[in-house]
Each structure stands twice: as structure tokens, then as C-alpha cells.
């Protein structure tokens, strides 16, 4: 399943790898992440961009992920294993 999402923090201070929080848009089913009053931005996962295939995305090695601003409008995905949806993978942005 996938999420429209925006991009909220792209500064990863912890691993510096191009990780960026995002905010999941409303949806049927649950995981409302808009509610700005009881969910604060520091909050929200880190989020990681997946790399095209023409990208070794390995340390000094290839294109970075540095394309996404914050309010950038992006779609994110989990893994099968995540049930908690606890680390969403950005897949691609939107142009706005």
C-alpha cells in the first residue's frame, strides 16, 4: 500500500544518510498523522529514499538523495514485516 505524504525535516543529524520526517495525509483506515496539536513535527518517523538502480548508494559513491525540500509532496511505502509502520520508505515525489 502506498501514502501521499509531505516532507517535514530533511536535516538527519543522527545518521546523516538522507533520511527526511515525513507527514502521512489523512486516509481511510487510519495512521492520521495530521493532527499537528498531538503529533509535534520532532515526532514523526524518519523516513529513508529509495535510490534508483543507477545509483550504487554507497558512501562517496554515486547521487545522493538531496532533491527532497521540506513540503516537498512525496509517496511512501512499508515493508511487509513493518506492521507498526514505524520506518516508511519514500518511493518518489510529486511535482507541486
Request: contains cysteine; aromatic residues 8%; proline residues 5%.
Amino acid at each position: 500500500m502506498f501514502y501521499f505524504a509531505e516532507i517535514r525535516n530533511i536535516e538527519d543529524e543522527k545518521t546523516k544518510s538522507g533520511r527526511c520526517q515525513v507527514r502521512l495525509y489523512p486516509h481511510a483506515g487510519g495512521m492520521d498523522q495530521t493532527d499537528e496539536q498531538n503529533i509535534k513535527d520532532e515526532h514523526l518517523a524518519w523516513a529513508m529514499p529509495m535510490m534508483t538502480c543507477t545509483s550504487p548508494s554507497t558512501n562517496k559513491a554515486g547521487t545522493i538523495p538531496t532533491g527532497l525540500q521540506v513540503g516537498s509532496r512525496v509517496m511512501v511505502t512499508f515493508a511487509a514485516t513493518d506492521v507498526e509502520k514505524q520506518y516508511p520508505i519514500i518511493v518518489g515525489s510529486f511535482h507541486r
